[in-house]
């Protein structure tokens, strides 16, 4: 049950993480479908900061770099997005769509490179971070305690206030509820969408490198996040695009993803003789499940999705 909850937390934390960069995002007007290509470039910048740190590093700063690391990368790779759909006013959709594909394929070349230059027989796309892993874990009585927790935590709780209690935070909002009225009181709409989807980066990337150090002590790149940024986005909605919400999501969805993890620990779950891939597709099942019936209920921002033309009323 200790395992249980611990993975319950940590795969929470990642979408939490993930899911607010979302909601900044798309309050601000823009629809980040690019997450998942976000979370992959975040978790190679990341990973690269460990494996190029030498071994003497101390744990603080072994942790405070690699936090860097990912979050510039994947607020670099945002960019992309901004530029694509605040600028040139192309579909959204497909510019995220190519950001996952693209960040992907990027992450596996650079890393092969990497390896071959390394070892000229190496050709994976592997990175392995087994000693720099255990700067991120502390084990407190049987419960392995991950930084990322305390970060998802201090993300919430700034999310939280920086959408409702500051100015800045209520003019994105209303940036991606009407874009116009914005505009008309002095509201600078592509500022404000460009501070968005950095915002989704700098939080997109830091779940990229939760990710792939929750449990494991190297990564393939070329298997991407496994479709978490997705998740990530279903999670934003049943959350309604709200901070509180997002976080009780999270957890019902990081509950279903740490089954496939820990199932085999409860005996009446290995009597029923299910095959391991179910639970792996559990929380994908359950996300279809649940927006099936929530999803005519939600209630997006006006804006979203929708270039803004300075010139238009």
Same mark, same amino acid.
């Given at each position: /049950?200790?395992?249980l ?6 795969? !929470?934390s990642? &979408?939490?993480l *993930?899911? =607010?960069?979302?909601?900044?995002s798309e309050h601000?007007g823009?629809?980040n479908?690019?997450?998942e ?5 975040g978790?190679?910048?990341?990973a690269?900061m460990m494996?190029?740190l030498?071994g ?5 700063? /072994?942790v405070l ?7 510039? !990368?994947?607020a &670099?790779?945002? *960019?992309? =997005?901004a530029v694509a759909?605040i600028h040139?006013?192309a579909?959204?959709?497909i510019v995220?769509?190519?950001m996952?594909?693209l ?6 070349v650079?890393?092969?490179a990497i390896?071959?230059?390394e070892n000229?027989?190496?050709?994976s796309?592997?990175?392995?971070y087994v000693e720099?892993k !255990?700067?991120?874990?502390k084990?407190?009585k049987?419960?392995e305690f991950n930084w990322f927790m305390v970060l998802?935590v201090?993300?919430?709780?700034l999310?939280?206030i ?5 100015k ?7 940036c ?12 600078n709409?592509?500022k404000m969408r460009? !501070? ?6 700098v939080?997109g990337?830091l779940?990229?490198i939760a990710?792939?150090t929750?449990g494991?002590s190297?990564?393939k ?5 496994a479709g ?6 279903a ?5 309604q695009w ?6 009780l999501a999270?957890?019902?969805f990081?509950?279903?993803r740490?089954?496939s993890?820990?199932?085999?620990g409860?005996d009446?779950?290995v009597r029923l ?5 179910v639970y792996?597709m559990l929380?994908y099942i359950?996300?279809?499940?649940v927006?099936?019936?929530t999803s ?9 999705g929708?270039?803004?033309?300075k010139g238009?009323?």
């Open positions: /049950m200790l395992l909850i611990q993975y319950t937390i940590l795969f !929470a990642i &979408l939490i *993930v899911a =607010l960069g979302g909601c900044f601000s823009v629809i479908l690019g997450l290509g976000i979370m992959v470039i978790a190679l910048g990341g690269l494996h190029y030498p003497s590093t101390s744990a603080f700063l /072994m770099l690699v936090v860097l690391a990912s979050i510039t !990368a994947g &670099l790779y945002s *960019v992309l =997005l759909a040139f006013k579909d959204q959709t995220g769509t190519a996952n594909m960040g992907t394929a990027a992450a596996t650079i890393v092969k390896n071959t230059a000229p027989d190496d050709v796309a592997t990175l392995q720099e !255990a700067a991120f874990v084990n407190i049987g419960f998802t201090v993300a919430l709780i999310s939280y920086v959408l409702y209690k500051t800045f935070g209520l003019r994105l909002m209303a991606g509820e009407h874009p116009q009225a914005a505009d008309s009181v002095g509201i709409v592509y460009w !501070a968005g989807v950095l915002i989704s980066g939080l990337g779940g990229g990710y792939i929750a494991v190297a990564w790149f070329e298997y991407g996040v978490f940024g997705f998740l990530a986005l999670v934003m909605i049943f959350g709200k901070p509180t919400r997002i976080a999270a957890l019902l990081g509950l279903f740490a089954l993890n820990v199932y085999f409860f009446f779950l003789n299910i095959p391991s891939g792996n929380p359950i996300s279809l499940v927006l099936a019936f005519k209920h939600s209630r997006a921002p006006k804006s979203e929708i270039p803004y033309d238009s009323r």
